[in-house]
């Protein structure tokens, strides 16, 4: 079993829509969870973090975690051109130091 | 938030021959660095992680001998692919940490094309 999960996509929304972005994690002790962005050919940037439940929100960008349920997403809003990209999932575990998995990433096409 | 230096940012060389890329935090010190792999269209695989000072901590099925990794400061990791075969090209990816702060930060990355 994987242990963090995402939907590869492609995810397709129109212009100034709403995306959706989901995730599921299978380790219960974890403790930190994040979201990158990746363009082609580019290293992954960070957008949010977010480690307790309930939701987060960062300018266009909202992150919402549920522990309970094992699931953090990702809301895009007013989605642009340029914000199609691989966004990757990570979930951090403890330890000496913080070990970060990553999901398969999600393919986000936005369609102008 | 914190830079990380990866470079180079591509390198071709001959199968057989060995390469080196450097990771550096340029504005913090970075306690660990962690080096990921990354093959067209996948997701982003963990090789190995360095603690300063101490030997790297390689994943299950990363031959340490080939992928030989330094942390020999703070601010310095570096990777090197020794022998290099066509099958080793891909995308290397180092990141680093502070101390007590969870987020990692990423270094450009480094495009590894063996022929």
């Known amino acids: 079993q994987k242990e963090v999960e995402q939907n590869s996509g492609p995810l397709s929304v129109p212009e100034g829509a709403i995306a959706s972005l989901n995730c599921t994690y299978s380790?219960?002790?974890?403790?930190?969870f994040f979201w990158y962005r990746q363009y082609s050919g580019k290293s992954p940037e960070l957008i949010m973090s977010i480690y307790s439940n309930g939701d987060k929100e960062d300018g266009r960008f909202t992150a919402q975690l549920n522990k309970a349920s094992q699931y953090v997403s990702l809301l895009i809003r007013d989605s642009q051109p340029s914000d199609s990209a691989t966004y990757l999932c990570?979930?951090?575990?403890?330890?000496?130091?913080?070990?970060?998995?990553f999901g398969t990433g999600t393919k986000l096409q936005v369609i102008p | 938030g914190a830079v990380v230096s990866q470079h180079p940012s591509r390198v071709i060389c001959k199968s057989g021959t060995s390469v080196k890329i450097e990771c550096r935090s340029l504005?913090?010190?970075?306690?660990?660095m962690f080096w990921y792999r990354q093959f067209p269209k996948k997701s982003l695989m963990l090789m190995a992680t360095s603690n300063e000072g101490s030997k790297a901590t390689y994943e299950q099925g990363v031959e340490k001998d080939k992928f030989l990794i330094n942390h020999a400061s703070l601010t310095l990791s570096t990777l090197t692919v020794t022998s290099a075969h066509p099958e080793d090209s891909s995308f290397y990816i180092c990141?680093?940490?502070?101390?007590?702060?969870?987020?990692?930060?990423f270094g450009q990355g480094t495009r590894l094309t063996v022929v």
């Open positions: 990141s680093a940490q502070i101390r007590g702060i969870t987020e990692a930060f």
């Open positions: 380790d219960r002790v974890s403790q930190s």
């Open positions: 504005d913090f010190q970075a306690t660990t």
């Open positions: 990570a979930v951090g575990f403890s330890g000496g130091y913080q070990k970060v998995t």
